[in-house]
Every structure is written in C-alpha cells, then in structure tokens.
C-alpha cells in the first residue's frame, strides 16, 4: 500500500499516522465489540508509555506511539506468548521463560523446565504466538499459569524461583463419542472393530477465582446447554466449590456470551434470511438475546446482512447494549430494490443502538439511529469487491471510542477511500462527520486500541486479493483526543 | 345597444404564418353573417377566436360585450358552435353524447327535442361512430343547438349533407334567425347557401377583410348589363360590338348579352329599333354572388 | 368552479364507465394478484398470510399499476386533442383549468380503483385461502389483525400521494401531445429514463416514483417482524409527491391555456 493518506480533523478528534510493520488486526467480536488483535500492549521499557508487541518484533513508544523505527525483535523462540506488567512470559516446549526488556536486549527474569499439561502451537510457521494463560487468581499481584488441558485446569502457582503446577481443577465435561459416518464392522482383511473417535467441546471463562464451564449438546429443536460455575479457593489447595449447575435450552444459533455484570452467563446470537415477501430477495438479520438464563429470548430483526457487530457496551455502563443495522438498499419494494441494485452507487445505512436497562432488558425502539451514506464503487449488482464488503458488514463499525468520552463513535468506510468518523454527542450522531480518513488503496478497516492509551485507534490493513493477510505495511491513525 | 359581436383589428399568427390580419368587424343581434373566402382565408380562424378556442395575436374580441377570454363562462351558455368536422365519442349513443354535452352546459335540456329538431330522433340509440358523414354533421348542429343559444358559430355546417338535408338546414337555421332573433356566423364555400340564408357577407382573402356588404345590395340590378332578345341575333350582336358605348356584346343561346361602357339601356333599345331590329326584350342582369366574390378577389 | 368541476367530472366518469379500455389496468392488476399466489401460496397453516399480501400489493401496483395509471392517464387529453372532441367540451361554459381538473380526478379515481381492487384481491385471497390472524414469533403476538389492517389502510392512503404526482405527471404529458400512443409512450419513456439515472444523478429523493413503495413499509416490516417507523419516509413521500403532483397539474394548465384548439 501506498503511504499516501490524509487524515482531516473536521470538528474533534484528531489523528496521528503511523505505519506499523507486520500489524494485523482481527475484526471485532459481534457479541463483546473487542478486538482479539494478534497484539499485545506492554511498557517493556518503562517509561509509562504501553509499548506494542506483536508476534515477531516489538515496537516501543516514542511520544506516545509505537514507532516503527524503535523496533525491538522478539525472542527467537518457539513458544505461546503472554504479558504481564512489561514482562513477557514464553512457554517454550518443555519450560518457561519468563524476560523482561533492558539496556538494549532481551534478559531473563526466571527460566526453568517444565513439563506442560498442554503445549500445541497453532500451526507450523514457527516462532511466537500469543495466548491468554496468566491469571492472577489470588489476586497477589503474582499471575498464575492457567492451561486447559485434556484432564481439567492446570494450575501453576510460582513459588520462589519457579512455577509448578499447584493444581488440576477437574472442571471439564466428560469426552463423548463422535458422531463419524458409517463405518465397516467387519472389514474383509481384517476382523477389528473401528471405534469412533472422542471428543469434548466446552467453553471455559476463569474470571478471578471462578471459573465457569459450558458445554452443548443437540436438543429437540435447538441445543441444550450446561452451564456450571465453581468458586476457585487458591489459599485451600484451589478447592473447587460448585456453585450453580442449570440447563438451558435454546433455539439454534446462541452463543454464550455476557452481556452484563450480573455474573450470570447470557446467550446471543443472530442469523439472517431471505424474507419470503419480496420476489428480490431481501435479508433480515434476527438478534437475539437471553439475559435471564433461557427464561425469555429478545429479538430484533432488522433488514441487513451480518453486521460486524450486534452487542456492545456503547455507554459504558457496563452492560453490553444492541446493534441492528438496516441496509436501505432493501428498504422499500421491489422495484424500487431492483432499481438501487442496478443502479445506485449511493447507499442508506442505518445503525440503531438498544440499551440494556438494569432488568437485562433491551429497548423496543431504537435508543439512538444514526444514518450514514455509503458511496460504491460501483452499483452492488457488479459484486465488485467493495460491494460485497458492504453486503458483508464491514464498512461500518461503531466498536470505538476515539475521543475518551465512554461512549461508543462511529466509523464509517463510505468509499473505497475514505472513513468517516462520527463522534457521539450526547443525543446523537451529527450529521457531518468529526474526522475523515482518506487514502489512496483500498484498505480493510479496523478499528482497536493498538497504543492502549484508552482512544480507540483506526487500522488501515492493506488488502491482498480479498485475503486478510497484510500484503504490506499497516497504517495506523492514532487518535490524540480533542 | 351593442353589437352582438365586435372584432376590432384582430391579428392571428402561429409560427411565420399570418392567418388572421387587422381584422374589424361588427355583427348585430340577429344578423345572419356569412363568411367567404378561399381555402386558408382564415375563416376557421376567425370562429375560433370568436368561441375561445384560439387566442388573437393582438386586438380585441367582444361578444354580447364580454371577452371571450376574461368572461368566457358568461358567454358559453349563451353561445352554440359547430366546427368543421366535429368529433364525438363514438363508442356513445347519440342521445348519450349530447346528455353528456348538455350537462357540461349545465343546461336541464330535453334532449329528445333537439333531436327532432335537426331530424335525428331515429337514430339517438345509435353509436356516433357508425353514423354516416351528413348524420354526424346534423349531431354537431344538434350539439350546439343545445340550450337555445342566442349565437350560433357555424363553420360549414352543410358539409357533408344532401340536398334535401342542406335545405332543410337553412331553413331551420333562416327560422332561428327570423322568429329567435339568433345571431349567426356561418362559413361556407357555397354561394347559393350564403346568397339563401345570409344577411350580410363578409369576404377574406389571405387573412384579410376584403369585402362585407349586405347580400341585398351586392346582389342588386346591375345597370350595365342586360339581356336582349332580338329576332336575328346574330346581325344585332355585331352590330353593337362595333358601338364604342357597348364594353362586349356576346351572343348566348340565343340572348345578346350586352355589357355597356358608358351607355344606357334606352340608348340601346333605341338604337336597335332605329337599326331595324325587332326587339322582344330588355332583361336587366342581376349580379351573383359568385361574380362578386370573384370579382373582389380579382380572379 | 367547484360545481363545474364536479359535473365535468361526473361526465368524464360516465365516459370512462363505458369504454372497455379503462377495464384493462383493473383486470391486470387482479391477474397479477392471481399470479402472485403462483409464487407465493397460501395455506391454512396456522400461520398468518400477511406475506402474500406484502408480496402481492407491491407487485401488483407498484410495476403494473402504475404502469397503467400513466398509460390511461396519458390518454386522457391526447385523445381528445386527437379526436377532436375537446373542442365540442371547450366551447361549454368549463374552464380549460377546470376541465383539467375533471381529467386530474378521473386519474385519481383510477388510481384509487387499482389501490382498492389489488387491496381487496390480495386480502380476499389471505383471508380466503389463508390465514390473517396476528402476526406472532414464538407463541407471542407481535401485531393484532387490527395493527395490520391499520398499517395496510394507512399505507393505501398514503400510496395516493405517489400515485397523485403520477396521474398528474401523465396528463401533463397528454397536454404535450396530439394523440394517445405518442403520449403513451413519452411518458413511460420519460419515467423510465429517469427511473435509470435518478441513482446515479442522486436525484432520487426528489422524484416522486422513489416513494412509491414507501406507503407499505411498515406493513412489510411488520410481515418481517421488523418494527419500522412511518416518519420520516413518509413525510418525503408526501411533500414530494404532492410538491409534483401540483407542479405537473399548474404546468398542464400552462400549456392548456397557451394551445390554440383550431385542429
């Protein structure tokens, strides 16, 4: 990608641009609006300033951001990666190494073998990965190395100099067998007996010191899921208490996931289809939510596609709140559908914000509606690419927050080359835009804290055939507040 | 009182075409004006702008007072108009057409007695569209005779008619004028029909007013031509050619017709006599319509 | 004024009535209802059968009915222009504005005729064929039977506005013209050019065919179990329409009143 770019400060917040080598951004996730970036932040240095690690170099802050020019290469080490309080843990193989960064290079803060209950990179390309496996569960300002394995929880509590496993919480469901397809009982050249294989499938949230285990199975009509939650006592040997158990039967297509603080697990999802109403066919995407465990499902349907994300905490108050987009190329009948289709460059876009109230419940009507306008490339019937990213979901993302306020902001990719950012201003979005990003190729958007300064930042990735893969550098607008 | 209707020099354009120039003209109440001229004199023109249907260029149009522009809704009903070729719904009976025309003149109208009026009882069940050409005509005068007009616009309303049927459209049309006191504009190529119904003859000739004079006195004795029988017609017709007061002297089936230059008809039968020929008559000629018309227009 | 227009109208009416050509846009439509129900069955199945009139009505009006309202609407006054019969009405004592106004109802009437009739076609089949109950998502009613009715009947009459600029578009048009199929085809012509560029100029807000299936939004949200709202779409779809149905209406006067009528 070209290093031409222009970022315009309109009426707020303003932008820095930075060009962040080997930066890759996953897209957020629908039901929490966070960022799973294949990044880390750390003040390696210390100078107060959370530096960014990603999986093969590291780059320190100067001013605020990471400079490309203030690389620091990684260990060459072939181990899953975490970070805590600027010290960069590796579990290689066979061992730990736990380093912290000084006086130019890498030195080692604590190193030992060890023999992990689980140690599986995930995939061949060598070198670091980054995983989540520090806890601190005693909350002693110390983390622990927590690993699910295919026993239970492993456990490693650090003793004086090393770390061994203190514990194996025994939380896990019990395998089943698979469900493979048919299968010879007596093959001709041999009398054996192929038995399927075993598997368990389950989702584990360790949150502190409990930990809370959820599984699924097929159920008539949907899925049946097993939710038990057990209180983790790290100063008793991490004596496991259980503390609920429930089930909870459900339509398909929910996931679990949580939408306030009230510690109990939620579930949402959504699914679109074509609406039988129209002989164009016109999606409805459906979401759907339980935040009383499975008693009652909330639902909105809005004519969309897959938006990029449906659940979001977008007033900071800690309860997660839902998006609906509405496309408005299919806003109307057929005709004038077709028409637009065939036609139109210039396409209405709506985005509609539902909060959560204290009850868990979310509004009938829209709370906040923000209308956006997205110029094509070309009408949506040429499928170009940036056609097909519109119909996708993922022009438009309003997962940051780019002035600090606590409120969610919008951008909008609205051409081929440019983003508009939209700030929240208390009632609703205004009309013009507080910040426009314009560049010259055509770019995947994302939009995450890369410096960990609390202003979401906005990540141009320089598209390679349609392929998430970087084909070049990253640029990356940092925001600096108003 | 004022004239029925009042043209004061009305000019007609469309496009770079002047049909209609500096036209005056006035017709009284009751008057029975006939419209003459060649084909594109500007007659239809002229019933145009008198019913609304085209605006003038320039001058000013009045009738019963009123401009038919301005006060057009205080004229309508009290006006009739038929235009060349007039067209109805043909997939509607003829009483339904003129129901239908009648309600639009806001008139209660019984439609059964302008029917028979103009001879068309018989057929008021029939389509318009499958009546012959002279029926359709006598619809269109039907139309307009709706409500008793007290003016009439009539652009060649005999078109299409027989004899009989011309006949008795004039007649009908001399009755309104003599015992209703309706005014009457009526276009026509016939002579004869202007000369019958036509109080007054108006000619135009590219646009313009060339001639208008009462039909009484257009078509009055003309002194200077005479008829005369005579036994050997054929001596006494050379004999006045030779005469320097005899303009032409042209033997025709059998009669002298002698038009004198600056002689009179005692001068003529006396110099006959004393030429030895038996005089049997001295018929004064009366002028047509015709020969005036042509005569006005030069041809 | 108003007593002449009405009379005018009454007259227009009666004609109409009686040739067979105003029947066809109304027999159309219904075949395009009946067609519909090909694509799109109705079944006592338990569940309502809003979706087949969703699916019918906007068929049904919004690419045939329309269709039809220009074409009948552009004959209007080029068939009395060519038939020479508006010369027999406009020597009455009528307005040529008034006269216009007569036609303008008439278009309306039609229109009307076609919203009513695909109404009836398309409920009378739910109802018939079907079921029109409420409209429910797991065992709870969203919208009653009566929400539904509401939200189609609102949305009939707010399809008069579109329909109003039409009519109006289309006897401006016929003024334009000497005969029916030259007016025919200007105007569907015409309306389909612009319905092609109108995207592409970003003119579309201001074109009052954009709006003609905004009436029945909500009621195909409904159907969609989406809560849509009346406001503001149908504030456009009202200004707009009517700022043009008046625009073509004052422009056909215009050019009423300047036509000589000598042929």
């Known amino acids: 990608m070209t290093a031409t770019a222009l970022a315009l400060a309109l009426t707020g917040v303003s932008f820095i641009a930075h060009d962040i080598p080997g930066l890759s951004v996953d897209s957020v996730d629908p039901f929490t609006g966070q960022n799973s970036g294949r990044f880390r932040n750390a003040d390696l240095d ?66 030992h073998d060890i023999v992990w209950a689980r140690w599986r990179p995930p995939d061949d390309s060598g070198g670091l990965w980054f995983e989540r496996f520090l806890h601190d569960m005693d909350a002693d300002g110390v983390p622990e190395i927590v690993i699910p394995a295919a026993t239970g929880l492993s456990v490693y509590v650090r003793d004086e100099t090393v770390y061994r496993e203190a514990a194996v919480l025994d939380v896990l469901p019990p395998m089943a067998l698979c469900t493979d397809g048919p299968q010879r009982l007596w093959p001709a050249d041999a009398r054996s007996i192929r038995f399927p294989s075993r598997a368990m499938h389950c989702r584990l949230w360790l949150d502190g010191r409990h930990v809370t285990v959820i599984t699924d199975e097929e159920g008539r009509g949907g899925e049946v899921w097993h939710v038990r939650r057990f209180a ?133 009507k829209a709370d906040v509606c923000v209308r956006v306008t997205i110029s094509l490339d070309k009408p949506l019937w040429r499928q170009t690419d940036f056609g097909n990213r519109y119909l996708a979901g993922e022009l438009v993302d309003i997962s940051g927050d780019f002035n600090g306020d606590g409120y969610r902001d919008l951008a909008v990719q609205n051409s081929p080359n440019r983003i508009s950012l939209f700030e929240y201003a208390g009632r609703g979005f205004p009309r013009q835009p507080a910040a426009l990003l314009a560049f010259d190729d055509d770019a995947e958007v994302l939009v995450a804290d890369v410096n960990a300064d609390g202003l979401s930042d906005v990540a141009l990735v320089p598209r390679d055939g349609g392929s998430r893969a970087p084909s070049g550098k990253t640029k990356v607008y940092f925001a600096q507040g108003e | ?129 499958k ?113 320097a007061w005899v303009e032409s002297a042209t033997l025709r089936s059998g009669r002298i017709e002698v038009r004198l230059r600056d002689g009179t008809v005692p001068q003529l039968t006396a110099f006959l006599v004393a030429s030895g020929y038996k005089v049997s008559g001295v018929i004064p000629k009366r002028r047509t319509l015709q020969e005036y018309f042509l005569k006005v227009l030069n041809v | 004024m108003i007593g002449r227009i009405w009379t005018a109208y009454t007259v227009e009416l009666r004609k109409a009535l009686r040739s067979a050509s105003t029947y066809v846009g109304p027999v159309l439509v219904m075949l395009a209802v009946a067609g519909a129900l090909v694509v799109h069955p109705v079944d006592r199945d338990g569940a309502s059968d809003y979706g087949f009139v969703a699916y019918a009505t906007p068929l049904a009006l919004n690419l045939l009915g329309i269709f039809m309202t220009l074409v009948f609407c552009s004959g209007l006054v080029a068939s009395e222009l060519s038939h020479g019969t508006i010369r027999m009405v406009l020597v009455r004592p009528l307005l040529r504005r008034e006269f216009l106004a007569a036609k303008l109802l008439l278009g309306m009437t039609y229109a009307l005729g076609l919203v009513v009739l695909v109404a009836a076609s398309a409920w009378g089949t739910a109802h018939a064929l079907g079921d029109t109950a409420g409209v429910g998502y797991g065992g709870e009613i969203l919208y009653t039977t009566s929400q539904m009715r509401w939200a189609y009947g609102a949305g009939m009459l707010l399809s008069m506005a579109p329909f109003a600029a039409a009519v109006s578009y289309a006897v401006f048009i016929s003024t334009l013209t000497r005969s029916t199929g030259p007016a025919a085809a200007l105007s569907l012509g015409l309306w389909l050019l612009v319905e092609g560029i109108k995207h592409p100029l970003g003119i579309e807000a201001y074109v009052f065919s954009t709006y003609l299936e905004t009436p029945w939004r909500v009621f195909s949200g409904r159907v969609d179990l989406i809560d849509t709202a009346w406001f503001p779409e149908a504030k456009y779809c009202l200004g707009v329409s009517l700022a043009m149905a008046l625009t073509f209406a004052f422009l056909s006067v215009y050019v009423l009143n300047r036509r000589n009528l000598n042929e």
């Open chain 1, 46 to 111: 210390g100078d107060g300033h959370p530096d960014l690690l990603l999986a093969d170099s590291a780059y320190r802050s100067v001013d605020g951001w990471p400079d490309a020019a203030a690389a620091i290469e990684m260990p060459e080490l072939r181990a899953a990666c975490d970070v805590w309080q600027g010290l960069l843990y590796c579990r290689v193989r066979a061992g730990l190494d736990v380093m912290e960064w000084g006086e130019g290079h890498w030195r080692p803060v604590l190193t």
């Open chain 1, 232 to 364: 983790v006592d790290p100063r008793c040997g991490f004596e496991m208490t259980e503390l609920e158990s429930m089930q909870i039967a459900l339509p398909p297509g929910f996931e679990p996931c949580a939408l306030n603080g009230d510690g109990m697990v939620d579930f949402a999802g959504g699914d679109w289809s074509f609406s039988d109403r129209m002989p164009v066919p016109s999606p409805v995407f459906e979401t759907q939510a339980t935040t009383d465990g499975g008693r009652s499902i909330q639902v909105r349907r809005s004519r969309s596609f897959t938006p990029k994300c449906s659940f979001i905490d977008f007033d900071g108050d800690g309860d997660a709140d839902m998006i609906t987009e509405s496309m408005g190329v299919f806003d109307g009948g057929v005709r004038e559908t077709a028409n637009r289709m065939l036609t139109s460059r210039d396409v209405a876009h709506a985005i509609e914000v539902r909060f959560q109230d204290a009850r868990g419940r979310f509004s009938e």
């Open chain 2, 1 to 129: 009182m004022p004239a029925c209707i009042q043209i004061a020099q009305v000019t007609k354009t469309f496009g770079a075409t002047v049909a209609v120039s500096d036209l005056s003209l006035e017709v009284e109440t009751g008057e029975v004006l006939g419209l003459l001229g060649p084909n594109g004199a500007g007659k239809s023109t002229t019933l145009c702008m008198l019913s609304g249907l085209v605006r003038p260029t320039s001058g000013t149009i009045a009738l019963f007072g009123k401009d038919p522009l301005v006060q057009f809704l205080d004229i309508a009903p009290r006006m009739g108009v038929l235009m060349e070729r007039p067209a109805f719904y043909n997939h509607l009976s003829v009483r339904k057409n003129l129901s239908l025309l009648a309600a639009l003149s806001g008139r209660e109208v019984t439609i059964d007695r302008t029917l028979d009026l103009v001879g068309l009882l018989r057929v008021a069940s029939q389509k318009v569209g």
């Open chain 2, 131 to 243: 009546l012959s050409r002279g029926m359709r005509q006598r619809v269109g005068l039907a139309q307009a005779l709706i409500g008793d007009p007290e003016l009439l616009l009539l652009d060649e309303p005999t078109s299409g008619l027989d004899v009989e049927s011309t006949q008795e459209m004039l007649h009908l049309l001399r009755r309104l004028a003599d015992e209703a006191h309706v005014t009457i504009v009526f276009s026509s190529h016939m002579m004869h029909e202007v000369e019958s119904l036509c109080d007054r003859v108006a000619i135009l000739n590219g646009g313009r007013l060339v001639a208008c004079e009462a039909t009484d006195d257009l078509m009055s004795y003309d002194s200077s031509a005479v008829d005369v029988v005579v036994e050997a017609p054929e001596g006494a017709a050379r004999r006045l050619a030779d005469q």
